[in-house]
Structures are given as C-alpha cells and as structure tokens.
C-alpha cells in the first residue's frame, strides 16, 4: 500500500525576506519525498494558518532570522490549536537564541533548527515524530 | 627594442610571456606530472580527488605562465589607476590612502545607535554605515502593525525626520562619510539625511557617503522590494540624477553582490550579476537623457568577502576590469572616473557559524585580508557575535581591530596590488571574467536584466548553487570548523547584546509628538504633491520628498503614497 507523503507547509511569517535556508530545507524536504508547499516570504500568522488548514499539512516549518519569532510563533501555534491543527508539527528554523527555546516550546513549537543544522536532521526529525504520531493515533 | 631577437612565435605579439619558452613550460609541465607527480602520489596519494573553491570551483594542483600565456600586460593589466584598473584605481593605492574602515551598525532606537556610531568613531573607525531595522526598510512607521515584534531587532528604527536627527546628533556629517543600506525606500531615508544636515547648516553639496539604492538585487536576493520593477528603477535613476545634479560628493548607488552572495551564489555569479545590475542602471539612466560622465562617476559597488581567499582577490580584480572595459568600450564613457570601480565590502555574514563563535574572529580576519589584497576601497567586518544577534560592544571592537591589525602590523598595504602576477590569481582573474561574460550573454538572450528577473533566471540560479553547497556540507564534502568537524557540543558562552527595553516605547513616544506637533495640513498637502509627481511620471520625485519629509511626514505616509500609486510586488517562488 502506497503511504501517504508527508506534507510539510514551509513559511516565512513577519518582514525577514532571508530565504536562503527555507529554500534550501523546503528542496531538502522535497528530496526526501515529503510534499512541499513553500508560501514565499512576508506571511502573516493567518495567512500560514490558513494555508496549513487548506494544504491539510502534517508539519509546519517557519524560517525567522529577523529576530521577531517570540511575537510571531507563539500567534502562530495558538492559530493553528484555534483551528483545530492541534497535531500539527511546527517546527523553527533560523536565529533563535538558546534562551528563547524553552518559550518557543511552551508555546508549541517541537523543534528548533539554529545555525549549522544539516539537512539530514530534520528530515529525520520529521519522520521520527510524524511516525510517532501516527503510532498514537492508530493506538 | 631587446626583445625583437627573441623568437616570438608571432612577431606581432604583445603578449608579456616569450611564447617559446611558454612551450618549454607546457612540455616540463606535463613531464613533473608524469614522473615527479605520479611518484609522490604513490607514496601518499593527495587527500582529495578534487579540491574546490567555496564556490565548487575545481582547482588546479599548480599554476604556472602557460596558464596565462597571453596576458598582455597593457591591455590585461594595466598600472594601478589605469585602464583597466586591472590592479587598482589609486596610483598610490592604500600607500595614499587607506580604505575606509566603515562598520555597519544599527539598532533599537536612534539614541541607542547614536551611542554606538560614536562610540565607533572614537575606536578608529573612519565613516559611518547605518544599518535600519525590518519596518524601516519596509518603509513602515514603527508603531504599523506590520511592525510588531520586529522594532529594532535588525537595526535602527527611523520614522520620521526627527529620528534622523536624534541618529545623527554630534556626528560632523561635513568630515564623516555616511552610507545607508536601504533600498525601497532610500529615496525617503536620503531625503531625511540631506535635511538634518540642512537643518544643521551644512549644504547637501558638502555631504559625502552612499546610499545602498539597489533595487534589482532586491528581486534577485535580499527581498527588500516593494513596488514593481519600472517603477522602482524610475526611483533609482531619480536619485542618480538628484546626485549628479545636487550631490558632487555622494555615491548615489551601490551596486550590490553581497547580498546574492549571501543568498548562496557562488563567486562567479556574484560578479556576473551584480555588474549586469550595475549595466542596467547605466542604461536606465542613459534611457533618461543622462550624460553618461555625468553619473558613471558616483556609481559604486558593494562584494562580499567570502572564504575562498584567491577566489575572492580574483573576483575584485575582474570586476574592475569587466567594468571598465564595458563603461570604455560599450557605454562609451569618455571620463576615466567614469571607468573605475571602487567598491565597500563586507566579510560574508552566510559564514559565521553559532558554534564555537570565536572561531568567526579567525574567519573574519581572512576574509577581509582578502578583500584588502583585493584592492577594496571600504570595509566592513562582520563581529563574532553576529550568527546569534547583532554585534556586542566587545565582539564590534575585535572586529575594528580586525582592520587595524591588517592596515598597520600586516605590511599587505606596503605596496598596490601585490598578488598581481601571481600565474594562480592572474589565471582565475581571467577565469572570472570569461564566467562573467557568459553570463552577460545569457542574460542579453533572456532581454536583458528586467525580464531574467520576471523569469525566475538570477533566483534559479542563486537557489541551485545554495542547495549544491549546503549537500557538500551534509555529506562532509566540504568542512565547516566546529559544525560538522571538529565540533566541541559546548553552547555559545558569550555575552549577547541587550537592547533598551524602554527603546520602543520611547521611538513611539517620538513618533506620537511628531504627528500632534507638526503642521498636519502642510504634510497633506506635500502628499498629495507626492502623489500627482509619482503619477505623472515625470517629476524628479527626490523634490517632493524632500518637502514632505521637512515637513516631518512619516516613511511610512510618504512610502504608502508610492505603495498607492505603484504598487505592490509579489514574487514568483523558486527553490
């Protein structure tokens, strides 16, 4: 039976327009087999939300290097929960300072890529989790 | 002449190298490989099947004159402060005159950044770069809601006029040289800066710096953009011509790869493309009716300093040829500083890792080493800190130091141009401008720079190039100290810079007064003056910006005036 791909949402919210990495981990991703949907740069949290809810992603990728991700994950997360994407995989990538992360956390995000991450890492990650997941739900 | 009796195998050759004995080398060449070659790698094979550049850039084990047989050393080369320019565009070099040590900075409020500029001036740096936070670049106020949690975190947050002042307070803007790295909204942000100097009695006339101005490398890499192309590029070439006309002492652009590079192209990209953009504008600005001479000398350019450090001394030396080459021959510029290309870099922002980030002191050091035996004119270097925030007091200081150590204990700045007859740089010189040129043929093929743009070419290009270097990272094929090799698994234990807490509240403070205080008829009526100017297509719109911004309108008034009237842009998305 042909498994279903992961689909992964990859966004950029708020006004960092760097998208070197989300580039690079959205082909990654795709290289991996997942399903990609790259939003482009300049999204705001509902615009992410929705598009997470229309795409019916499993993991959402957000990529912020500005520095304004304590403003904008913790919107996003309780969007998602609003919208009933509870089980939705977020994950963070880009400058997040060591002490934000247990925030970010707390907040709902599973996953914090910094600098230096490789690629093989989060595809890992994200099959570990996505797999854990559904474990539980065929529980 | 000494050399006639010399058996030129063409006696019309101007070449440097005597072609008989080029033939002698080729032939000893191929015989060390052979034996001499052959043997040590029998007894120790070297390490790699291939060694390559930061750009994946095979590189030969040797180089020798064959590899630049027909160097001409008038015409490739030149003297410093000769076409080609080849080896520089001082005479004298840094013997006359030292770069400028020129660090970017910026952050929170102005009085936060006013601190630190003078703070910079007072460690020996010698002009100022002012770094604006995401709202500002987006040429949005810093209380707009597409401003919230980004205040300050990037740089410094300038809303109005009274910003500005408050950022240049006791700086000596008729001594120091001030360049701006906005874009979009540079024509506003300029606007600003030319009317505090005002206000301070100093004439725009006397003003020196540049501004970063660079709209097309927006679309290609940094995503600053806001309006559509055309009229974006009108902008620009306004701004140009407010500087040629008004501003003998200011580059009224900078043309810029840094940006494509730190968008993960590779070396040869980023030349090719950043002097295809600077092609662009000198023709927009000839579509305008511009004389040439009139501008071509306050255009300037902005590299990166990479890692690779041969590649990057070869980069810088065949931008200025290319560019001179192409102002002389194509555009038909008749004065020579109409030819040269002078440029600020920066050390790669992309390199420094969060891992072990002392190690980025060593990194740094390096790089600008390079981009001074480059011949640069400005430098920055980026601070130790700079993977995790914006640079410490501390981490800023090593990184001024950084360009002291290579100005006054090196001994590179002894003399112009020293790597100049390496046969290893001189070969990759060539090489690059060979790349370069390929790349300018196939960008005339897609109609030029605009509609490579709308085709998705630099994007692809740059985003092929980001993937293939970041493989070779996974896969081990290319060593990152303290990521992937050599790894300590200790967190950063360095001290982080902290803002003002008190910084927003205090900018939206400022940004309130502003608005109750000033004469709000007076602002409507400039903005309906910016509005007709826009949409006439006619006006220098530097004119009624300046009105508006002295009558203390705000970035973001006067830039939702052009949003209205031009536009916004979205991308089509590549990876």
């Known amino acids: 039976m042909a498994e279903r791909k992961i689909r992964v949402l990859v966004a950029k919210p708020g006004l960092d327009g760097h998208d070197r990495g989300a580039k ?34 499993d993991v959402v990728g957000l990529s912020i290097l500005s520095g304004a991700h304590m403003a904008l994950c913790p919107r996003i997360t309780e969007l998602l929960r609003a919208q009933g994407l509870d089980d939705v995989l977020v994950v963070v990538g880009g400058i997040i300072p060591d002490d934000d992360v247990p925030a970010l956390q707390k907040a709902g995000v599973q996953g914090v890529f910094g600098p230096g991450t490789s690629t093989h890492d989060i595809v890992q990650f994200i099959r570990e989790r996505i797999s854990e997941r559904e474990m539980l739900r065929a529980a | 002449m000494p050399d006639s009796d010399k058996a030129h195998e063409n006696p019309g050759d101007k070449t440097l190298f005597d072609q008989a004995a080029i033939q002698r080398i080729r032939s000893e060449v191929a015989a060390w490989e052979q034996s001499d070659v052959a043997q040590a790698q029998t007894r120790l094979s070297e390490r790699r099947d291939e060694f390559i550049t930061a750009s994946s850039r095979p590189i030969k084990r040797l180089y020798t004159p064959a590899d630049i047989a027909g160097l001409d050393h008038e015409a490739d080369l030149g003297l410093p402060g000769r076409y080609p320019y080849t080896r520089g565009v001082q005479p004298t070099g840094y013997r ?81 040289t001030t360049s701006m790295t906005i874009n979009s909204p540079a024509s506003i942000i300029w606007a600003m800066y030319i009317a505090a100097a005002e206000k301070r009695g100093i004439a725009r006339a006397r003003l020196g710096g540049t501004l970063q101005n660079d709209i097309l490398k927006e679309y290609i890499a940094q995503k600053e953009f806001l309006f559509p192309p055309e009229p974006s590029v009108r902008l620009v070439v306004d701004t140009i011509e407010f500087g040629s006309r008004e501003m003998p002492r200011w580059n009224t652009i900078s043309i ?65 040829r290319i560019w001179a080459r192409h102002m002389r021959e ?8 109409s030819w040269m290309l002078r440029t600020h870099a920066q050390t790669a922002g992309a390199t420094l890792t969060a891992q072990q980030p002392e190690i980025n002191i060593v990194r740094v050091a390096l790089q600008a080493l390079a981009a001074v035996l480059g011949g640069t004119q400005s430098l920055h270097t980026n601070s130790m800190d700079e993977a995790l925030a914006l640079p410490s007091e501390r981490a800023v200081t090593i990184a001024l130091r950084t360009q002291q150590v290579i100005a006054d204990e090196s001994g590179v700045a002894n003399t112009v141009d020293p790597l100049a007859g390496s046969y290893f740089v001189e070969a990759l010189t060539d090489q690059m401008e060979q790349e370069a040129n390929d790349y300018f043929r196939r960008i005339e093929a897609k ?21 293939r270097y970041q493989q070779e990272i996974d896969r081990s094929e290319r060593t990152i100290v303290g990521v992937n090799d050599y790894v300590s698994g200790e967190p950063p234990a360095i001290p982080i810079l902290s803002m003002d807490p008190q910084g927003y509240e205090r900018q939206v403070a400022r940004l309130r007064r502003v608005r109750a205080e000033r004469d709000n008829r007076a602002v409507t ?45 979205e991308e089509p998305v590549y990876f």
Request: with cysteine; charged share 25%.
């Open chain 1, 24 to 57: 690079v981990v959205a082909r990654a991703l795709r290289d991996a087999g997942m399903e990609v949907i790259y939003t482009g740069i300049r999204q705001t949290p509902e615009m992410i939300v929705e598009a997470a809810l229309q795409e019916d992603v």
């Open chain 2, 96 to 176: 006359g005159k030292l770069w400028t040590m020129r660090m970017f900075a910026g952050f929170g409020s102005a009085e936060e950044t006013n601190a630190r500029f003078k703070y910079l001036l007072s460690q020996g740096q010698t002009g100022l770069s002012i770094a604006f936070d995401m709202p500002t670049l987006y040429g949005y106020d810093s209380d707009a809601p597409q401003a919230i949690g980004e205040f300050g975190k990037c740089g410094v947050a300038i809303s109005s006029l009274a910003d500005m002042e408050v950022l240049l307070e006791g700086i000596p803007l008729d001594q120091v």
């Open chain 2, 256 to 320: 810029s790869g840094y940006h494509i590079r730190e968008a993960g192209s590779t070396a040869a990209q980023e030349l090719a493309f950043t002097l295809a953009d600077g092609f662009a504008y000198v023709e927009a600005a000839l579509a305008r009716g511009l004389d040439i001479d009139q501008f071509a000398p306050r255009l300037s350019f902005f590299f990166n300093a990479h890692n690779d450090f041969f590649e990057e001394i070869a980069k810088y030396r065949a931008a200025r």
């Open chain 2, 330 to 337: 194509k555009y038909g510029a008749k004065d020579p500083r």
């Open chain 2, 447 to 467: 109609g030029g720079v605009l509609p490579a743009i709308e085709d998705g070419f630099f994007q692809r290009e740059i985003a092929e190039s980001a993937f």
């Open chain 2, 525 to 569: 009526t400039c903005l309906a003056r910016l509005s007709d100017a826009a949409r006439d297509g006619r006006t220098n719109l530097m004119y009624p910006i300046l009105e508006a911004v002295c009558a203390y309108a705000t970035l973001g008034e006067i830039t939702d005036v052009f949003r209205e009237v031009f536009g916004e842009y």
